[in-house]
């Protein structure tokens, strides 16, 4: 016997049409879409079903639903699904309400990316790159431990001002010194975490600051998914 989990995620009823219009966007087919007597909808991509019901009062800025989707192709998602939003919305869009977020390795084994729809819910798609699930211990060296958790806090936790401290606080050390990868790592994320936050200009003095990090061919190579959301920031 095969058993199938289908999440179903609350959506503000007004916004059940933008919501499918964003799963569109990302290559789902809408398989089931109502509006009376109450709003309901189903939309697939391959073997991923989700399914949204309508909450009048639900207040997107306060959602802390969404749901968990395993791939074996996590650049692939992350590629179409932004292509998929820039034709949808001209723009890719990093922050506010939709959003997707930048793809990283994270600590416990996955390579990941988070996106939320129009009502707030957040699909963090993922797949494996290590055999052992759990958490990795928090590094011990300053710079390599500020970057652990601040990913933690900003991504897992959704906490951004949690996220910002870290990062400001290691960033502020006078006896001691990040590599030049780190040091981009950090002021991309903390760029990153700026924008979101709606810093506008506190997050483009990060990002300039970040792009004049000088790097060698070998810093370039470690450094590309931090590279590369710099430029969609900077964009």
């Known amino acids: ?98 959003r997707i977020g930048p793809l990283k390795d994270m600590s416990y084994g996955v390579r990941q990316f988070l996106v939320t729809d129009p009502t707030g819910n957040t699909i963090r798609i993922g797949q494996p790159i290590s055999e052992d699930p759990n958490h990795r211990p928090a590094p011990k060296e300053t710079f390599a431990r500020a970057l652990h958790m601040a990913d933690l806090f900003a991504d897992s936790k959704q906490d951004l001002p949690g996220a910002a401290k870290i990062i400001d606080r290691v960033l502020g050390l006078t006896d001691e010194e990040p590599t030049p990868v780190q040091r981009l790592r950090l002021l991309v994320l903390r760029g990153d975490i700026a924008q979101r936050m709606g810093e506008a200009e506190r997050a483009a003095e990060l990002l300039e600051e970040a792009e004049a990090v000088p790097l060698d061919a070998a810093g370039r190579a470690s450094a590309g998914d931090a590279l590369a959301r710099l430029a969609e920031l900077r964009d």
């Open 1 to 98: 016997m095969t058993e199938t989990t289908i999440p179903m995620l609350p959506c503000r009823t007004s916004l059940i049409d933008s919501v499918v219009a964003f799963y569109t966007a990302l290559g789902f087919d809408t398989t089931h879409l109502q509006r009376s007597p109450y709003a309901y909808a189903v939309v697939e991509r391959g073997s991923v079903e989700l399914q949204l019901y309508g909450m009048k009062e639900y207040d997107p800025a306060s959602s802390h639903s969404g749901c968990y989707v395993l791939t074996e192709d996590v650049d692939g998602l992350h590629t179409a699904f932004r292509a998929g939003l820039k034709a949808a919305y001209r723009r890719v869009p990093t922050r506010g309400l939709p």
